[in-house]
T-cell receptor
Framework: GALVYQYPRRTICKSGTSMRMECQAVGFQATSVAWYRQSPQKTFELIALSTVNSAIKYEQNFTQEKFPISHPNLSFSSMTVLNAYLEDRGLYLC????????????FGSGTRLTVL | QQKVQQSPESLIVPEGGMASLNCTSSDRNVDYFWWYRQHSGKSPKMLMSIFSNGEKEEGRFTVHLNKASLHTSLHIRDSQPSDSALYLCAASNMGYKLTFGTGTSLLVDP
């Protein structure tokens, strides 16, 4: 079956420091990977969408300078939260799309970020 | 402004009852809807997707879509306590970008 492994599951960082999270697609080829942040109020925000052979598209209020993303192949993607502050806390989710079943977005287990 | 609106915000149904959740998109370009379920502390898991007018049934779950009104609904019959979760509706328009609603929190009362 198709799975997305995301790690770390939880991380705590000091204000002003950075942390990196990674996603690994298993059992399918992830032609696109979307990174979301779910706030404590449960709202989902799309941070950016990365599609193989295309430029990474960042949503309004999110920038490459703050959330650099790497998507080097069809099974791996990573995102870094640079210079994290309190407003960056939340659950970060990667969602990968299967090229064969384009309608299905598989989510990783999420990385919960706490900023002290 | 939230482009995907879900209602109700929260819902309590008795065990064995029917739960009905609603979702409407204000983006006329959407053509695909998804329903995800997220248990507390977990990541969302896809329940069903729909892109054609009409109804789609999988087990106890039925999804309706009215493309003219961009409204979809999820119905859970014979609700179980394990169905208690946050239900998220998402919509997309031809691409890979999903826009999520804020969810309906369902509690099935045993």
């Amino acid at each position: 079956g198709a799975l997305v492994y995301q790690y770390p599951r939880r991380t705590i960082c000091k204000s002003g420091t950075s942390m990196r999270m990674e996603c690994q697609a298993v059992g399918f080829q992830a032609t696109s990977v979307a990174w979301y942040r779910q706030s404590p109020q449960k709202t989902f925000e799309l941070i950016a969408l990365s599609t193989v052979n295309s430029a990474i598209k960042y949503e309004q209020n999110f920038t490459q300078e703050k959330f650099p993303i790497s998507h080097p192949n069809l099974s791996f993607s990573s995102m870094t939260v640079l210079n994290a502050y309190l407003e960056d806390r939340g659950l970060y989710l990667c969602g990968a799309r299967d090229r064969e079943s384009a309608e299905t977005l598989y989510f990783g287990s999420g990385t919960r970020l706490t900023v002290l | 402004q939230q482009k995907v609106q879900q209602s109700p915000e929260s819902l309590i149904v008795p065990e064995g009852g029917m739960a009905s959740l609603n979702c409407t998109s204000s983006d006329r370009n959407v053509d695909y809807f998804w329903w995800y379920r997220q248990h507390s502390g977990k990541s969302p898991k896809m329940l069903m997707s729909i892109f054609s007018n009409g109804e789609k049934e999988e087990g106890r779950f039925t999804v309706h879509l009215n493309k003219a009104s961009l409204h979809t609904s999820l119905h859970i019959r014979d609700s179980q306590p394990s169905d208690s979760a946050l239900y998220l509706c998402a919509a997309s328009n031809m691409g890979y970008k999903l826009t999520f609603g804020t969810g309906t929190s369902l509690l099935v009362d045993p």
